[in-house]
């Protein structure tokens, strides 16, 4: 039996075990997909050694950059984007090797693209942990106009600077943080809601819960809402398209190059 799995803490928001595993039982696959929580990234090592039918994992905050230096090889892709969301694991000169790729870009740009109009050419993206990273290459990607929002003032806006001025030329919002997440789901990134309208495209990566805190806020001011839950089938997709070379719909062989 093929093993599959995603490596992260916390995970209990995840629904990455659930929704594999139901997609292995409909088509017969033989195969099966866990929750590895791991308390530090050296702990990565243990899974691998511990699950020697292991193809393939996904990987989740806070490890999507740290996964790095454990990697034999990284597609010109995430290296370039800097953050690893999927590892394919194979077999080269009887040792095992371990490859990083990055889906997240791709199953964002799939879920947003059909809600992008003329007038969205700026975006702020907020925070900047791994999962940023794609986001900022995908909306490149589509030739939007971005700028961080952090915390740490060294890594680009603060929250306490975004103005109505701001707020009216960057008319998408990217959460990548995540606040909101269950089960925090009373909480929401600090920005000036007040300031939206019905121009904005407000877009959380959070799929759980369905509507966070952020997108209801958004949404009591006319703005576009979309969450993350589109996102997450696409880079799921392409994680397995990764792994095995066809779609997991499907079940066809895949020929695009990855």
Known sequence: MKQYGVIGNPLHHSY??????????????????????????????????????????????PYKEQVM??????????????????????????KRFLKGYNSDWFGFTEAIKPFVKPHHTHALILGTGGASKGILYALKKLKINTQFVSRDPSKGLTYKQLTKEILQQYTIIVNTTPVGTFPEVKHCPPIPYHFLTDKHLVYDLIYNPIRTLFLHQAETRGATTCNGWQMFLNQAHKAYVIWEGKDLITNKKHVEKI
Request: aromatic share 8%; with cysteine.
């Open 69 to 94: 230096e454990y990697l034999d090889e990284i597609d010109d892709e995430a290296k370039e984007i800097g953050a690893v969301n999927v590892i394919k694991i194979t077999e080269k000169n009887g």
């Open 16 to 61: 990455s075990k659930a929704y594999f595993n139901e997609k292995f039982q409909e088509q017969a696959i033989d195969a099966r997909y866990d929750n590895y929580l791991l308390p530090t990234i050296k702990d990565v090592m243990k899974v691998l050694n511990d699950t020697p039918n292991l193809c393939g994992l996904n990987v989740t905050i």
